[in-house]
């Protein structure tokens, strides 16, 4: 029903920028909450940041703090990840999710839609 569809990654130096762009289909709903999940090769995936859709709350890992920026265009039903000052730390698959009529929560990995995810590599 609902699919994410994201963008916008690829190959950067550190210290470089991104941008990464979800886009969601078949969502009908004004209530949800939104983010980033990423999987390095090995790793647990783990929450980057969430936004919710009605107040606009933001909520960021403590390791992206202060370098990346969620933003939601509700109208259009695309997000947003601008990724400033990005590290080699930061590679991995990013995956768009959605929870319906609820908080996305970072430390959980549970999800209502998940995106097929878009590689962000960091080189240094």
């Known amino acids: 029903e609902v699919q994410l569809v994201e963008s916008g990654g690829g190959l950067v130096q550190a210290g470089g920028s991104l941008r990464l762009s979800c886009a969601a289909s078949?969502?009908?709903?004004?209530?949800?909450?939104i983010g980033w999940f990423r999987q390095a090769p090995g790793k647990e995936r783990e929450g980057v940041s969430a936004i919710q859709s009605l107040d606009g709350s933001t909520y960021y890992a403590d390791s992206v703090k202060g370098r990346f920026t969620i933003s939601s265009d509700n109208a259009k039903k695309t997000m947003y990840l601008q990724m400033n000052s990005l590290k080699p730390g930061d590679t991995g698959v990013y995956y768009c999710?959605?929870?319906?009529?609820?908080?996305?929560?970072?430390?959980?990995?549970?999800?209502?839609?998940w995106g097929q995810g878009t590689q962000v590599t960091v080189s240094s």
């Open positions: 999710a959605l929870v319906i009529r609820g908080l996305l929560n970072l430390y959980s990995d549970y999800a209502d839609y």
């Open positions: 078949g969502l009908t709903s004004d209530d949800y909450g």
